[in-house]
């Protein structure tokens, strides 16, 4: 380091320097090239090559490294201090070699979440467009199923689209097919919007995942949502999926596909923050299309959605290590 520091030593650690200050990494943590002595690892994955409509979730991860820089270290609400109870670092991106070929891309992804995954690390994940969350769950669900709290507009259950079996509609269903989801332990929560044809989810329903559409969500609120997810993933091992459309417009226009009459920001992070205790084995944040987000909002509330999954990450390794 070129910079002497003579008046704070604590500022040795990067994240007690002035905010503004440094290179962007994911919450202010060390950037980590090669996965050593860590336990949640946040990783971009800057692809968009399933988006069937306005691209742009490729330029997703560099825009919430940046928003990121803003989120301090503890949990107002709860209290949890991420940082402190495990090692965070931000891995850097699963770059690709080849992104316009859709299944290799998808497998290139796969590789690099099959390292993460065999180094015992926690992956938190931001995208990217949502074919992404696939492949970290092929590496991720390699000793079985594992169920989900998804919070999205979209049930992402489609089929087949245009030719392509592969596409940020679909994740879900192809995650059920290769046995990587239980959708006896899925619940979708969010789901709005207008359709390409009236039974678009009919998946969602025959293979008994909980559908939450935002009807029933504003009927009954975040706590009896939070208190369904619960009851729906049980105490086995879940991933959580957050695509940043499933928040209102207002609060996260720069997506490809916004859908009005959302959650609002409060709603989702109380809702988030109730899932305490669950056994998160990893989680995403994707969707953010920094093309359609001139005032960096989306991103910011995108680094703010993540720092409430860190937090559940972060207690979940505690809990798996019976240390907390
Ligand atoms: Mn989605
Ligand atoms: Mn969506």
């Not at 769950?137 to 689209?161: F, S």
């Not at 359709?195 to 678009?200: Q, R, S």
């Not at 923050?273 to 990893?282: K, M, P, Q, S, W």
Request: net charge negative; glycine share 10%.
């Amino acid at each position: 380091m070129i910079k002497d520091i003579q008046h704070y030593p604590d500022m040795a650690n990067p994240q007690l320097r002035p905010r503004y200050s440094g290179i962007a990494t994911f919450f202010r943590t060390p950037l980590l090239e090669n996965i050593q002595d860590i336990d949640v690892g946040v990783i971009g994955v800057p692809f968009d090559g399933g988006v069937t409509n306005r691209t742009g979730a490729r330029h997703g991860p560099r825009a919430v490294r940046e928003q990121s820089t803003l989120v301090r270290r503890y949990n107002q609400a709860t209290k949890v201090g991420p940082f402190d109870l495990v090692r965070v670092a931000d891995l850097g991106d699963a770059w690709l070699e080849q992104p316009y070929e859709l299944s290799g891309a998808l497998r290139e992804i796969q590789a690099f979440f099959d390292k993460v995954h065999a180094a015992g690390v926690t992956p938190l994940s931001v995208g990217g467009d949502h074919c992404i969350t696939l492949p970290i769950l092929r590496a991720l669900a390699r000793e079985g199923p594992v169920g989900m709290v998804h919070i999205d507009a979209h049930c992402d259950t489609g089929d087949d689209y245009l030719g392509s079996r592969f596409h940020h509609g679909a994740p879900f269903r192809r995650a059920v097919e290769e046995g990587l989801l239980d959708p006896k332990r899925l619940i979708q929560i969010g789901i709005r919007g207008s359709l390409n044809h009236p039974d678009m989810w009919q998946f969602s329903h025959d293979v008994g995942m909980r559908v939450v559409y935002m009807e029933e969500f504003s009927d009954r609120g975040w706590r009896w949502a939070a208190e369904e997810a619960r009851r729906v993933v049980g105490s086995g091992p879940t991933y959580l999926s957050f695509d940043v459309d499933g928040l209102d417009p207002v609060f996260a226009p720069g997506t490809g596909t916004p859908e009005s009459g959302g959650i609002s920001m409060i709603e989702a992070q109380r809702l988030i923050r109730e899932l305490a205790g669950l056994d998160f084995v990893g989680g995403d944040v994707v969707e953010v299309s920094p093309p359609f987000d001139p005032s960096g909002l989306t991103a910011q509330n995108a680094a703010n959605v993540l720092f409430e999954i860190l937090c559940l990450l972060a207690l979940a390794v505690k809990q798996r290590r019976g240390t907390l």
